[in-house]
């Protein structure tokens, strides 16, 4: 299965892990392929540095560095272009709308749809 994770799921799974948590359990047993994109990872870098998580970052022994890097060595990284998607609820999750569309395996059913790439 191929997956792309919303940034609110990657913060809970790096800082909490629980049932988000398993999550990258799956992508370490190769059950899962997770996608991501440089968007992404820019928006989990901003949140992870802001000052609200420091605390836990600290308890964890780790830092906003190192969590990306698990990141990065949980997923694969593609290269998106802007998408046009006036009907999603949150225009943020238009980035994570792009990146699905770019994953492998998904870009032979893009002309199916009616977004402007």
Not at 8 to 36: D, E, P, Q
Not at 56 to 64: P, Q, Y
């Amino acid at each position: 299965m191929r997956v792309v994770l919303d940034v609110n799921v990657w913060v809970s799974g790096l800082l909490w892990r629980g049932v988000t948590g398993r999550i990258f359990n799956l992508a370490t047993a190769n059950k899962i392929t997770i996608y991501t994109s440089e968007p992404i990872l820019a928006d989990v870098e901003e949140i992870l540095a802001r000052k609200k998580f420091q605390s836990k970052i600290n308890a964890l022994n780790t830092t906003v560095k190192e969590l990306l890097s698990t990141l990065k060595q949980l997923s694969y990284s593609c290269i998106i272009t802007s998408v046009e998607a006036s009907q999603l609820r949150d225009s943020d999750d238009t980035i994570i709308l792009a990146t699905t569309l770019r994953r492998p395996k998904f870009q032979s059913k893009i002309q199916s749809l009616n977004l402007n790439l």
